[in-house]
């Protein structure tokens, strides 16, 4: 008599993407206004959330770094080093949360099923983001011709550390913004399914919004 | 087992036992002297806190979770709801 062998059942696949979960087997009593339920707290806003829980502590050891060195400091900014652009660096702050204000725009439009303007208004947040950052690149060929460098002492590497982070994240943040634009404009997030659109503008909003606390704090106060 | 029974409270005693906080290298050489906490010290204390306390609420209100409104703002609220569904 030969062994009996018993194989498990396949398993299927997991593929990628957005996998709606299956609806409830039907029994005899099917409700017709029943609606499947949608999650309390969606895993797109559950990982920005907690992304962005990191991200708030590492620019507040950064920030707290630098407020520490200047208290320290006798003088602030040190004698013979450069003054800081407060003007162009306000119409710079303007510019980028111009583009915040676009990014809630093309949600808007993406809600009212317009992928139009949810294209065409993705493309000029990503556009005041590069605008940003050409002026901020600009400044500071500026100040390093005047001499501000890393190595100007705790000045200029802080200020280095901290705005470099900064422009950094935007970067970051504008080659997330230029990918979720091209998705846009070939017909994606119009059909609900918005999760990679959604945590862009997340990540968007938030970049935007750190900036002014660090204009404050490196530039005005 | 039991040496980790025995060794879990000294440890925890060993942790509990105060000790003497120094200021970082930058407080020690400040030309004021200032050996103290400023603000970006407490600040930077305080953040995991402040954050923790904002997933918290966010958590909170995805589940529904309201704050309970004292109840002169409530009768002026439900007040203000029933005139909107009035007019």
């Not at chain 1, 969606?42 to 630098?66: I, Q």
């Not at chain 1, 890393?150 to 200029?156: P, Q």
């Not at chain 1, 918005?194 to 909003?205: N, S």
Request: hydrophobic share 55%; net charge positive; proline share 9%.
């Amino acid at each position: 008599m030969s062994p009996l062998v018993v194989e498990a059942p396949p398993r299927p696949r997991r593929a990628n993407g957005h996998v709606p979960p299956p609806l409830p087997p039907t029994g005899g009593d099917d409700d017709p206004d029943f609606t499947p339920r949608r999650p309390r707290l969606d895993n797109v806003r559950l990982a920005m959330l907690f992304f962005l829980s990191a991200e708030v502590m590492f620019f507040a050891g950064l920030v707290s770094a630098f407020l520490v060195l200047r208290n320290a400091a006798p003088v602030w900014p040190p004698p013979f080093q450069p003054r800081l652009p407060v003007a162009v660096t306000g119409f710079n702050t303007a510019v980028l949360l111009a583009s915040s204000v676009a990014v809630a725009a093309a949600m808007r439009a993406r809600r009212g099923g317009d992928g139009a303007a949810l294209t065409r208004r993705l493309g000029l947040a990503a556009t005041l983001g590069a605008v940003f950052l050409v002026i901020q690149g600009y400044e500071w060929v500026r100040l390093v011709e005047f001499g501000l460098t890393v190595g100007s002492g705790a000045y200029g590497a802080t200020f280095y550390t901290l705005i470099g982070t900064h422009a950094a994240h935007v970067l970051g943040a504008l080659v997330w913004l230029t990918v979720t634009l091209a998705l846009a404009a070939r017909g994606r997030f119009l059909d609900g399914r918005t999760g990679p659109l959604r945590a862009c503008a997340i990540y968007w909003h938030f970049v935007v919004l750190l900036w002014p606390v660090l204009y404050v704090a490196v530039y005005l106060a | 087992m039991t040496a980790v029974r025995l060794a879990l409270p000294l440890v925890l005693v060993a942790a509990l036992l105060p000790g003497l906080a120094e200021a970082c290298p930058t407080c020690l050489s400040s030309p004021y002297g200032d050996r103290s906490y400023t603000w970006a010290q407490v600040g930077l204390l305080l953040m995991p806190f402040l954050v923790a306390m904002v997933v918290g609420a966010i958590l909170a209100w995805s589940f529904r979770w309201r704050p309970r409104l004292p109840s002169m703002v409530a009768r002026v609220w439900n007040r203000t709801a029933h005139l909107k569904e009035t007019t």
